[in-house]
T-cell receptor, first 105, second 113 residues
Framework: KNEVEQSPQNLTAQEGEFITINCSYSVGISALHWLQQHPGGGIVSLFMLSSGKKKHGRLIATINIQEKHSSLHITASHPRDSAVYICAATEKLVFGKGTKLTVNP | DAGVIQSPRHEVTEMGQEVTLRCKPISGHNSLFWYRQTMMRGLELLIYFNNNVPIDDSGMPEDRFSAKMPNASFSTLKIQPSEPRDSAVYFC???????????FGPGTRLTVL
């Protein structure tokens, strides 16, 4: 079993839909990262959180330390949100396999 | 700031050759990370430095891989000798400290024939 599991692996949505991507981890963490990898390959850090919730624009990340689970939500999804979303757990940086999101117009 | 700079952006080499990848972190960042990304294994941490000192190199695949950070503004990842299974995209990232937000370079796409 991987130390960081993401679901779903692939997700297709229609523009405007509310999207949730899940990340479960079995390792001890000091923080959990959410990354976005664009179709061209560039990687951007979206959030780093150790408790509670963070919001940036249409993106919301939550974490439940007791349940070892984090979610990334996208409200009013747009085709430009199409990317691979990756979660990573620290102490020792361990990455999930990523969720490929496609938002159709 | 120009962000994290990596060179070269693409490298094609033959098996057995030495390959050197370069990274310039964002000024003022104390932590630097080297990652490898393949279709099969996804993103993997190879090594990270804090204040130019290697802290965790447990992700380095084998002795053929070595990384150095001679000063706060430059790091190299060297593969000698290279093998076809080393073909991947290698990312460098930097952050203010280990648990802070990381800023990724554009990556170096390495192809070993």
């Amino acid at each position: 079993k991987n130390e960081v599991e993401q679901s779903p692996q692939n997700l297709t949505a229609q523009e405007g839909e509310f999207i949730t991507i899940n990340c479960s981890y079995s390792v001890g963490i000091s923080a959990l990262h959410w990354l976005q990898q664009h179709p061209g390959g560039g990687i951007v850090s979206l959030f780093m959180l150790s408790s509670g919730k963070k919001k940036h624009g249409r993106l919301i990340a939550t974490i439940n330390i007791q349940e070892k689970h984090s979610s990334l939500h996208i409200t009013a999804s747009h085709p430009r949100d199409s990317a691979v979303y990756i979660c990573a757990a620290t102490e020792k940086l361990v990455f999930g396999k990523g969720t490929k999101l496609t938002v159709n117009p | 700031d120009a962000g994290v700079i990596q060179s070269p952006r693409h490298e094609v080499t033959e098996m057995g050759q030495e390959v050197t990848l370069r990274c310039k972190p964002i000024s003022g960042h104390n932590s630097l990370f080297w990652y490898r990304q393949t279709m099969m294994r996804g993103l993997e941490l190879l090594i990270y430095f804090n204040n130019n000192v290697p802290i965790d190199d447990s992700g380095m695949p084998e002795d053929r891989f070595s990384a150095k950070m001679p000063n706060a503004s430059f790091s190299t990842l060297k593969i000698q000798p290279s093998e076809p299974r080393d073909s991947a995209v290698y990312f460098c990232a930097s952050s203010r400290d280990y648990t802070d937000t990381q800023y990724f370079g554009p990556g170096t796409r390495l192809t070993v024939l």
